[in-house]
C-alpha cells in the first residue's frame, strides 16, 4: 500500500550540529511537503517541494521524485528547532498522508 | 495575512457528551480540511470540502462524527457522543485552490480534545 517512511525517528544532536532527515516514499507524488510540529503541537510550513531543492536560510530540502526520497538538511541546530518533523506527501488522492515523523532534540 | 484559526484549543468532556470544534480557514482558500492526529503519530484525513461540498469523506466515523461548511468559508466538525478513543488533536487546513491535492496546505493550532 501507499506509505511513507521517515528516518531517524529520534534524533537528539548538541546545539550547532548539523542534521539530514530522510523521507521516503511508496509512489510517485503530487506534492510534498515539510513541516515542524514545535512542543505546543501547531504544524509549521517548511517547504512545499514535490521536486527540486529549495533553501530557507538554515533549513533547505531536496526531492528527488524519480527515486521517491526527499531530504531535509537543518544546519547550525539551535534549541528552537527541536520538536517533530513530518514530510507528508500527497499520492494524487487530494490528501496529505504523513509519515511517522522524526523527533529531533537540540541540547544546549 | 492570518493563518487558520481554530477554536477551542482545549477541551474535557466526559464520554457520550456531545463536542463541537470551530475552524476559519484562511481567507480566499477554496477547499479545506480536517485531520485527526493521535499520540506519536502524523495527522490523518477525516474530511474535505471543496468550498461547501463534502467531497472526501470516507474516513470520517459518520455514525457519531458529522461535519458542514456552510458558505463555504467557516467549518464545524461535531462529535455526538464522544468516547474515550476520541482523545485526539483535531487539525483544520485550507489550501488555495480547487482540487487542491497538489496544492500546499496550511494547518490551524488544533483543538485538543480529551475525553473523560
Known amino acids: 500500500g501507499i506509505q511513507v517512511e521517515q528516518s531517524p525517528p529520534d534524533l537528539i544532536l548538541q546545539e550547532g550540529a548539523n542534521s539530514t532527515l530522510r523521507c521516503n516514499f511508496s509512489d510517485s507524488v503530487n506534492n510534498l511537503q515539510w513541516f515542524h510540529q514545535n512542543p505546543w503541537g501547531q504544524l509549521i510550513n517548511l517547504f512545499y517541494?514535490?521536486?527540486g531543492t529549495k533553501q530557507n536560510g538554515r533549513l533547505s530540502a531536496t526531492t528527488v521524485a524519480t527515486e521517491r526520497y526527499s531530504l531535509l538538511y537543518i544546519s547550525s541546530s539551535q534549541t528552537t528547532d527541536s520538536g517533530v518533523y513530518f514530510c507528508a506527501v500527497n499520492f494524487g488522492n487530494e490528501k496529505l498522508t504523513f509519515g511517522t515523523g522524526t523527533r529531533l532534540t537540540i541540547i544546549p | 495575512e492570518a493563518g487558520v484559526v481554530q477554536s477551542p484549543r482545549y477541551k474535557i468532556i466526559e464520554k457520550k457528551q456531545p463536542v463541537a470544534f470551530w475552524c476559519n480557514p484562511i481567507s480566499g482558500h477554496n477547499t479545506l480540511y480536517w485531520y485527526l492526529q493521535n499520540l506519536g503519530q502524523g495527522p490523518e484525513l477525516l474530511i474535505r470540502y471543496e468550498n461547501e461540498e463534502a467531497v472526501d469523506d470516507s474516513q470520517l466515523p459518520k455514525d457519531r462524527f458529522s461535519a458542514e461548511r456552510l458558505k463555504g468559508v467557516d467549518s464545524t466538525l461535531k462529535i455526538q457522543p464522544a468516547e474515550l478513543g476520541d482523545s485526539a488533536v483535531y487539525l483544520c487546513a485550507s489550501s488555495p485552490r480547487l482540487g487542491g491535492g497538489a496544492a500546499e496546505q496550511f494547518f490551524g493550532p488544533g483543538t485538543r480534545l480529551t475525553v473523560l
Open positions: 517541494i514535490p521536486s
